[in-house]
Structures are given as C-alpha cells and as structure tokens.
C-alpha cells in the first residue's frame, strides 16, 4: 500500500529575539539545514555556521533585510530558501535555496524557488542572484560561465536554476590555506611586497571595532567592493557607505561572538586606504577562518597592495587565532591577479561556487 506524503506548506519563518526563546526553534533549524546542504554540495565542513553568529544579521535590518521560508511536509521541514536584500541599493535580491538530496526531485525545490520569485517580484525588484557550492571535479559535462573563466558541476541545483531561466554568470574558486604550515614564505613575501610599495604607502591594522578615526575612511573602501570587485555581467548597485554604516556591521559581527581582523594599506599623500583584507572566525578557537572583503581600488593597483595586506592580516591572525586550521576564501576565476598571489603564497584550490542570475519581466 503507498502512503500519501503529507501536502507541502511553506511559511515565512519569524526571527527570534534571543536563541533560548520558544520561538527559536525554526530559526536554528534552518542553521542546521543550511550546514548540512553546504557539507553535502562541497563536502567541506568549512562553511557550517552558527545560530549565535547569525542572529545579529537577521535582527538588524537597518542595512540589510533577511527572510527565510521554510517547506514542511506536515511537521517535517523538507527545505527552505533565503532571501536577502540591501535596504538602501533597490535593483537585486540574493537568493540561497536549501533542499537536502533525499527531499530532492518531489517538487520541494520547485515550489521554494516559485515562492521566492513571488516575493521578489512584490518587494518590486527585477534581478534575482544565487549561488551554487560544489566539489572539485566538474564532471564530463561541466557548466561554463559567461565569463569564461572556470567551470562548475552540472549539479541538480545548478540544472534547476538553468531550467527556470538563471544564467551561471560567474565561477568563484574557493581556496584554502593551511594556518599551521611555516610562515617563512608569507614573512619573506610581506618583505617584499613592502619594498615594492615603498615610502607612499602604510600599513595599519585593527580588531574590530573599527576605531572611530578609521571608520569614514574604511566606509569609503568597503564601498569600492561594489565598483572595484570583478563581478561580470552581475547586477550589482553601487553602495553608500558611511561611518555608521561601518559601526552597526561591526555590531553585528560582535554581537555573534566573532573575531575580525583588518590589515589595511595607507596612502600617506592623501591619508586614504587603498586596499585591505578581513579574517574573521567565531567564538571556537579551532574553527575555520574565513577571509571575508579583500581589495585594492583600482587606482592603486600596481604596488604589491594586494600581496601586502593578506600576508600581514595572516601574520597578524596567527597571533590571534593560533588553533585556527586554515583560512577559506572566495575568488572570482577571472581575478588572475589576485589567485596568482593566493597560489604563490600556498592557497589550493578546494571547491567552487556559481554565481546565477535571472532577470525579471
């Protein structure tokens, strides 16, 4: 005899106000959902997180708003997909779709994906961004991106986004550094990268909280993300940053237990940053360290920036986070300047990820 699954509801879960509440229990079990997909689609343990860290990003919205809705079957959660989207840029929303393997192929996918569209399209914006993890072998078949640069596996989460209309945009290579390997090379090539910047330019660093006198200035260079970083055939808004901007990120960071630090280059004529690198980790001392922002604007380029900040914020994070394994990071495949300094100072390649994008009607 078949039994009838259960009818398929999705509802738009709340954000608790604090993790011990009552209430708490559909946003830590959408944590948990989120770690268990990332482990099966790169079979990495690197980009499990913790409800403590993410809570403070879900309860601000003054920058950034988060929703999530969640798939049951009955009292079974099946899936569930993320929506974020910046307050003050208004074209895009990002789009993170959390099925598991053995919930895959029964419609769950479909209806989450349909669901999401619906909102995105009530909220009035026209682009939809997602993101797909996946192992190092791309297969027989691989998917190629309209850069040209790297390809990914043609997984089924990759073929949904194609099959509802999503162009794989971009390929990111995720790479990985051993924490606990010699720092001879990183040390000799800090050396070097500050001969070749010479007397112009200087290093600062910093634990956030970002100290009051650097905050307009690193508001300034975390804006350039937006104009300076490859993105391809992205849609992406240019920022508006600004020292509150910074301090309620830094809050929200903090808030979620976790460590951040910043390696910054001064321009010493004009007194500006022209290039810095984030590690941040969480409240664990043995977890994995994630380097967040990196740049150099492009006015700056040519002088070993890039090379500078990584090798001192690495440097400086063995200090601070001595049992941390490795450091994960994300590069865009066509970004040859800064891989080339990433393999050169030992990163591997580890995973990769696609960026999709569909426009609306």
């Known amino acids: 005899m078949t039994i009838a699954s259960p009818p398929l509801t999705i509802t738009e879960m709340s954000v608790p106000a604090h993790l011990e509440g009552a209430d708490a229990a559909d946003f830590h079990a959408v944590v948990a959902l989120n770690n268990a997909v990332c482990l099966s689609d790169s079979g990495l343990h690197d980009f499990a997180r ?3 860290e993410l809570l403070p990003h879900w309860q601000d919205r003054a920058d950034d708003v988060n929703r999530g809705f969640i798939a049951r079957e009955g009292d079974v959660i099946v899936g569930a997909v993320l929506l974020c989207y910046a307050v003050a840029e208004t074209t895009s929303v990002e789009l993170d779709l959390m099925v598991l393997p053995e919930h895959w192929g029964r419609g769950v996918e479909q209806a989450l994906l349909k669901r999401a569209e619906e909102e995105v399209r009530l909220l009035g914006r026209t682009v939809i961004q997602a993101w797909t993890l996946h192992r190092p072998d791309a297969g027989a078949s691989p998917l190629v991106p309209k850069t040209g640069w790297g ?3 043609a997984t089924p989460h990759a073929r949904l986004l194609q099959d509802d209309g999503f162009t794989l945009e971009q390929v990111e290579r995720n790479s990985a550094y051993d924490l606990q390997s010699d720092p001879a090379r990183v040390r000799r090539m800090l050396q070097e990268a500050l001969r070749e910047a010479g007397a112009d330019y200087r290093l600062v660093e910093w634990t956030l909280p970002t100290p009051p006198e650097r905050r307009d200035g690193y508001a ?8 300076d970083a490859p993105s391809g055939e992205l849609a992406v808004d240019e ?3 600004d020292a509150q901007r910074v301090a309620r990120r830094d809050a929200r960071f903090l808030d979620g237990g ?7 280059v001064e321009h010493v004529p004009t007194g500006t940053l022209a290039a810095f690198n984030e590690l941040v980790i969480g409240t664990a001392p043995a977890d994995v360290t994630h380097q967040y922002c990196t740049l150099v604007l492009k006015e700056h380029r040519g002088h070993r920036l890039g090379l500078l900040v990584k090798c001192a914020n690495i440097l400086r994070w063995r200090a601070i986070a001595p049992s941390s394994p490795r450091i994960s990071t994300f590069n865009a495949e066509e970004n040859r300047p800064m891989l080339a300094i990433n393999e050169a100072m030992g990163f591997v390649p580890v995973s990769s990820s696609g960026a999709w994008q569909k426009l609306l009607n």
Request: aromatic share 8%; hydrophobic share 55%.
């Open 239 to 241: 920022e508006i940053w």
């Open 220 to 227: 300034w260079a975390l804006s350039r993300m937006s104009t």
């Open 258 to 264: 976790q460590t951040v630090s910043v390696a910054a």
């Open 151 to 153: 390809v990914v596996s």
């Open 50 to 52: 913790t409800a403590e």
